[in-house]
């Protein structure tokens, strides 16, 4: 069993930045892909980065490449998500996931442990 537990959520203007932390216990953090997700009010959850178990690999959504940058640091058991150019768009509760399989890091379901997610909300 893995527990996540994500922070850094909040409230911030167009164009700021915040930075998502996600620290995972219960098993060796090591060995788990990572993924952040979001969901907005009436939206299906939505891919938005992930990355290997070592942090080697890092896969984005269009939606954020270039803006969003995901990292890890496994001494820590901790997940990041540093997120700047915020837009309004970018409103919803974010989540973190990690799998202990092969996956597909865009699809919910290759994760086998969620988060109970962080509200972020950019003012126009």
């Known amino acids: 069993q893995v527990q996540l537990v994500e922070s850094g959520g909040g409230l911030v203007q167009a164009g700021g930045s915040l930075t998502l932390s996600c620290v995972g216990s219960g098993h060796p953090f090591s060995s788990f892909a990572m993924g952040w997700f979001r969901q907005a009010p009436g939206k299906e959850r939505e891919f938005i980065a992930g990355?290997?178990?070592?942090?080697?690999?890092?896969y984005y959504a269009d939606s954020v490449r270039g803006r969003f940058t995901i990292s890890r640091d496994n001494a820590k058991n901790t997940v990041y998500l540093q997120m700047n150019s915020l837009k309004p768009e970018d409103t919803a509760v974010y989540y973190c996931a990690a799998a202990g399989g092969s996956l597909y890091y865009s699809r919910p379901t290759s994760y086998n442990y969620w988060g109970q997610g962080t509200q972020v909300t950019v003012s126009s």
């Open positions: 990355i290997s178990w070592s942090g080697g690999n890092t």
